[in-house]
């Protein structure tokens, strides 16, 4: 089994800056992802897919976030990065990490394709 845990999520001004981080943790064994994401749900919205990384450093991002938005992975600390800046107030959402057995390719940013997601943590922009 695999955990996720997220952090760093706060309140900001409009115009700052947060970064979120993603820990994964595994009953024993080294784990390893083809992909993983960043996904975003806002009071009475759909879940949406903000950012994606895959295993060969391909990164994809939702056209609402890029240019502010940077994904990244530490892979010998096995943690996920969401660097956000120029944070807007219609960014304000909970935010989740998620984790793929498999590859994502070009569905990035459908919940679908991922195994293992983490319990979020609020993004408050103000």
């Known amino acids: 089994h695999v955990q996720l845990v997220e952090s760093g999520g706060g309140s900001v001004q409009a115009g700052g800056s947060l970064t979120l981080s993603c820990s994964a943790s595994?009953?024993?064994?080294?784990?390893?992802?083809?992909?993983m994401g960043w996904f975003r749900q806002a009071p009475g919205k759909e879940r949406e897919g903000v950012a994606g990384?895959?295993?060969?450093?391909?990164?994809s991002y939702a056209k609402s976030v890029k240019g502010r938005f940077t994904i990244s992975k530490d892979r010998a600390k096995n943690t996920l990065y969401l660097q956000m800046n120029s944070l807007k107030s219609e960014d304000t959402a909970l935010y989740y990490c998620?984790?793929?057995?498999?590859?994502?390719?070009?569905?990035?940013?459908?919940?679908?394709?991922?195994?293992?997601w983490g319990q979020g943590t609020q993004v408050t922009v103000s």
């Open positions: 998620a984790a793929s057995k498999g590859k994502c390719g070009s569905a990035w940013y459908t919940g679908e394709v991922y195994n293992y």
């Open positions: 595994t009953s024993g064994y080294t784990y390893s992802t083809d992909c």
């Open positions: 990384w895959d295993k060969h450093g391909k990164t």
